[in-house]
Every structure is written in structure tokens, then in C-alpha cells.
Nanobody, 122 residues
Framework: QVQLVESGGGLVQAGGSLRLSCTAS????????MGWFRQAPGKEREFVAA????????QYVDPMKGRFTISRDNAKNTVYLLLNSLEPEDTAVYYC???????????????WGRGTQVTVSS
């Protein structure tokens, strides 16, 4: 089992930035690719970004490229998501995810955090 706890969400004005963190416990963090997903009210959970075990490869959904940056610190068992140039449409609950490989399909993710709310005001 891997336990994931997100933090760093909050209320921010459009154009602002936030850095989300997800700290893992349980099994060896470095064995897992990590990802971020988000779910807005009334919408399905969607892939945002992911990073391989070593951090050498990252993947983003196209609308987030250039605005969001995923990174990880294996010594701290933590993955980060830096959100820049936030827009009201980015308002959602952001979830941390762990899997043995990069996975963009929510149904295929075995481990989830509980999420952290990001609200962007216009």
C-alpha cells in the first residue's frame, strides 16, 4: 500500500500561482511513477501531469503544457505540481496518484490521495 497526502491548495486570483505537494508513505516511493489528476464539479476526473520514477521523463495534457510543472524529490518522498498563470477554469480538486508506470487513465490508477482544492477567482 502507498498512502498519499496532498497539500498546498487554496484560493488564488487569476494569473496567480500555487505549488501543490504530495507526500507518500508506505512502500518505496521511488518504485512508483507519480501523477496529478483533477476533477471539477460535475466533470470527470482528468489527467494533468505525470513523472517517471527517476524524474527523467514528464508528460502533460496539452492545455497545461507551459503553465504547469511536475517534479519530484525521492529523498523527501514528495511529488510537486507547480501551477502558474492560473485561470478560473483550473478550479478543481487536484489528486495525487501513484502507479508502476505513467498512466493517464484514472481507472487504471491503484493509489490515490484524498485531493486538495484549488479555487481560482476571476
Amino acid at each position: 500500500q502507498v498512502q498519499l497526502v496532498e497539500s498546498g491548495g487554496g484560493l488564488v486570483q487569476a494569473g496567480g500561482s500555487l505549488r501543490l505537494s504530495c507526500t507518500a508513505s508506505g512502500r518505496t516511493f521511488g518504485n512508483y511513477a507519480m501523477g496529478w489528476f483533477r476533477q471539477a464539479p460535475g466533470k470527470e476526473r482528468e489527467f494533468v501531469a505525470a513523472i517517471t520514477q527517476s524524474g527523467g521523463f514528464t508528460q502533460y495534457v496539452d492545455p497545461m503544457k507551459g503553465r504547469f510543472t511536475i517534479s519530484r524529490d525521492n529523498a523527501k518522498n514528495t511529488v510537486y505540481l507547480l501551477l502558474n498563470s492560473l485561470e478560473p477554469e483550473d478550479t478543481a480538486v487536484y489528486y495525487c496518484a501513484a502507479a508502476v508506470r505513467i498512466t493517464t487513465t484514472p481507472k487504471a490508477i491503484p493509489y490515490w490521495g484524498r485531493g486538495t482544492q484549488v479555487t481560482v477567482s476571476s
